[in-house]
């Protein structure tokens, strides 16, 4: 059985660079997926899942809630290891309701916990800004994914908190800190 991981993060939370740490920490029992990396590489793969996935992204639409959870189940499914770390999913309901769906019927993938990498709007402001990677690195394009982000979040905690597996971990202290908190965290889940 494969024990799945979300963790889900305001932007400039943290939330990937933590579980790539914790995953490369730990290669030898836990590896880190990112949904859009998924998609990308099913897009590649050339299969039908991935042809369609290419159809919707080279038209700048998103891909439906069904392909991507059928796309995350395949690789959980087809990893070498038997904890999965995603980190950024869910974004919304209806992608939470999915995967919960999805996961009812699915007897060798158990949802362990989902854990929140919890930041001020300030400090992820700070964080995004000041790393100016990109052209998407500004306060316009900021403020339109925390809105994305902030919508949907107090469901997605309620539902994940009636179900007994969210866990917080404040993200305004040192790398090192949430990591090792983090990765305690998790593999005492196991």
Same mark, same amino acid.
């Given at each position: 059985?494969?024990?799945?991981?979300?963790?889900?993060?305001?932007?400039?939370?943290?939330?990937?660079?933590? @579980?790539?740490?914790?995953?490369?920490?730990?290669?030898?029992?836990?590896?880190?997926?990112?949904?859009?990396?998924?998609?990308?590489?099913?897009?590649?793969?050339?299969? &039908?899942?991935?042809?369609?996935?290419?159809?919707?992204?080279?038209?700048?639409?998103?891909?439906?809630?069904? =392909?991507?959870?059928?796309?995350?189940?395949? @690789?959980?499914? @087809?990893?070498?290891?038997?904890?999965?770390?995603?980190?950024?999913?869910?974004?919304?309901?209806?992608?939470?309701?999915?995967?919960?769906?999805?996961?009812?019927?699915?007897?060798? =993938?158990?949802?362990?916990?989902?854990? &929140?990498?919890?930041?001020?709007?300030?400090?992820?402001?700070?964080?995004?800004?000041?790393?100016?990677?990109?052209?998407?690195?500004?306060?316009?394009?900021?403020?339109?994914?925390?809105?994305?982000?902030?919508?949907?979040?107090?469901?997605?905690?309620?539902?994940?908190?009636?179900?007994?597996?969210?866990?917080?971990?404040?993200?305004?202290?040192?790398? &090192? @800190?949430?990591?090792?908190?983090? &990765?305690?965290?998790?593999?005492?889940?196991?």
């Amino acid at each position: 059985m494969k024990e799945l991981f979300l963790i889900i993060g305001a932007p400039g939370s943290g939330k990937t660079t933590d @579980a790539e740490l914790i995953a490369k920490r730990n290669s030898t029992h836990i590896t880190h997926f990112s949904t859009g990396e998924l998609l990308r590489a099913e897009a590649a793969s050339g299969s &039908e899942q991935g042809k369609a996935i290419e159809h919707y992204i080279s038209q700048g639409r998103i891909v439906p809630i069904e =392909i991507a959870v059928e796309t995350i189940v395949k @690789a959980i499914k @087809a990893a070498d290891t038997p904890v999965i770390i995603i980190d950024g999913y869910p974004r919304s309901i209806e992608q939470m309701d999915q995967l919960n769906q999805y996961l009812q019927h699915e007897t060798s =993938i158990r949802l362990n916990s989902v854990i &929140e990498v919890s930041v001020s709007e300030k400090v992820a402001r700070e964080r995004v800004l000041g790393r100016a990677r990109g052209a998407d690195d500004n306060h316009e394009v900021f403020d339109n994914r925390m809105r994305i982000y902030m919508e949907p979040l107090s469901d997605i905690r309620t539902f994940y908190t009636q179900n007994d597996c969210l866990h917080t971990f404040n993200g305004e202290r040192s790398i &090192e @800190a949430i990591v090792d908190d983090m &990765e305690r965290y998790i593999l005492g889940r196991l």
